[in-house]
């Protein structure tokens, strides 16, 4: 019966500070990489990123006054049907007897 070959592996060791080193180079080189895919590595992509976040930000606050707008015209709505159902109720535009 043959057994299965198993690959052993040596461990590497490293000081604290090499293995720090090591990990922000490489945070570094994919943080370039993930910017280089979307677009956002040239000389302008400070200046694209603030214009993007520009863009969000008065694009919520389009959503906010949206909403505020909607809630104004239901509120404006209601106080309408409510001065005409007491118009209509106490007959102030009535005919004459």
Known sequence: MTEPLIERRKAVTLPQDELEKLLECAAARGAKSAL????LD???AAHDIRELRNLLDAFNEAKKTAGLTVIKMLVTGLVLAVVAGTVLKLKVFGSAP
């Open 36 to 39: 280089h895919s979307v677009g």
């Open 42 to 44: 040239g000389e302008d």
